[in-house]
């Protein structure tokens, strides 16, 4: 809804404010996060020289104000799928960071904690648990023991741990952000992480799977009660309890799930391309559970296709995602199928630690694809690095 409130509000502005004046860079700003989500690159871009124009005449070079322009270039170079360009983006603030002006003092923990976010989803993953802890302890220094901005650092650190397939530590982050008497979390947030602890549960095999997908349910439950309130995570929730589902040997719920994720989607006044892109690869994952390989292939395809328009490579995601496309493959008896598991291999982080359980995966689908034999391709994971192998997990919902 963002840009259809604000396209019109640009006139309204220009009008009794002036199309150089403050409020209407607040109006651009808005507009550039709007058609980021939306993937309306060019429009974001066009937004993002509006406004930098107007940043550049009001406010001297030394301004804390262009480390807010720095920030929004950042987003926009994210949403283009250039996260290292962000990166450099965010570099050009580094100093204001260190030695904010009083007022910003918050906002530039905030700047610090959004570098690191970046970090991971780059797979680069250099000091990012130190840094986490500094940032947690300046926090605490700033405003208090058991602030908001350092309890929502958890999930930072659950994510790091789940990409790198280091399980059992994300749960523990993720526990921490699911307590009852966690700071800072209103009612559909609460949701939220209960649905995300739920999966961080499966994939580290913490209790068994009858209590998990009891578990599972009652996480599908609490998100129909909290649907209006949920908004925009709403979708993000459905999707972690799809995962679980199908971790859990229930392709049903997980169908269930996706289908209202799709519907959610649909019903949004403006495109959310990443989100979509994210709902075709649980929902390729969906159809391979249940059978259907070519519409698993080809939304698989999909997904790999739209993390491909940008320039991130070597990312988690775009590796994941390329191994559940050459894991349909395999599965399909495709000719291609070696060729697609050496690209996902490619893709592999150069930083990912050795011993990821998707590295299993691929060694069985290399062997599958050697000897025909798509019951070994489909034997299921052993539910951890290190796990019982002789218990497997289903495939389905680790990507």
Do not use: C
Not at 218 to 224: K, L, P, R, S, T
């Amino acid at each position: 809804r963002v840009v259809s409130l604000l396209e019109p509000e640009r006139d309204r502005v220009a009008r009794l404010f002036g199309r150089d004046s403050e409020r209407m860079r607040d109006v651009l700003h808005g507009l550039l996060l709007g058609y980021t989500r939306t993937g309306r690159l060019q429009r974001a871009k066009q937004a993002l020289d509006e406004a930098g124009a107007l940043t550049a005449e009001r406010f001297g070079p030394d301004d804390f104000q262009h480390v807010f322009h720095h920030l929004y270039e950042a987003i926009y170079l994210s949403a283009a799928g250039d996260t290292r360009a962000a990166e450099r983006a965010m570099a050009l603030t580094d100093r204001d960071q260190r030695a904010p002006p009083p007022g910003m003092l918050r906002f530039a923990l905030v700047l610090r904690r959004t570098a690191i976010e970046w970090q991971i989803r780059l797979g680069e993953y250099d000091r990012i648990e130190e840094r986490l802890a500094e940032i947690a302890r300046d926090a605490d220094q700033l405003l208090g023991a058991g602030n908001a901005l350092t309890a929502n650092l958890h999930p930072h650190l659950a994510q790091f741990h789940a990409d790198r397939g280091e399980y059992a530590q994300a749960l523990a982050e993720r526990e921490i952000t699911a307590r009852p008497d966690a700071v800072g979390l209103p009612s559909a947030m609460r949701t939220m992480a209960f649905a995300q602890v739920v999966l961080a549960r499966v994939l580290a095999r913490a209790e068994g799977r009858d209590a998990l997908l009891a578990q599972v349910r009652a996480a599908a439950a609490n998100i129909e009660t909290d649907r209006v309130a949920l908004g925009g995570l709403a979708t993000e929730a459905r999707i972690a309890i799809a995962r679980s589902a199908l971790l859990l040997g229930d392709p049903a719920l997980a169908a269930t799930m996706v289908a209202d994720a799709r519907a959610l989607l649909a019903a949004a006044p403006e495109r959310d391309q990443a989100m979509w892109s994210r709902v075709d690869q649980i929902d390729g994952e969906v159809a391979r559970a249940t059978g259907d390989l070519p519409r698993s292939r080809a939304l698989l395809q999909a997904r790999v296709a739209q993390l491909e328009r940008g320039r991130d490579r070597g990312t988690p995601a775009l590796w994941t995602a390329r191994l559940d496309l050459a894991y349909s493959a395999v599965l399909m008896d495709d000719p291609s199928a070696g060729t697609l598991l050496d690209r996902a291999r490619s893709e592999r982080p150069p930083k990912m630690p050795a011993g990821h359980p998707l590295d299993l995966l691929d060694a069985r689908l290399v062997a599958a694809t050697r000897d025909g034999s798509r019951v070994l391709a489909d034997a299921g994971l052993p539910w951890a690095a290190g796990g019982d192998p002789q218990t497997p997990l289903p495939v389905g919902g680790m990507f």
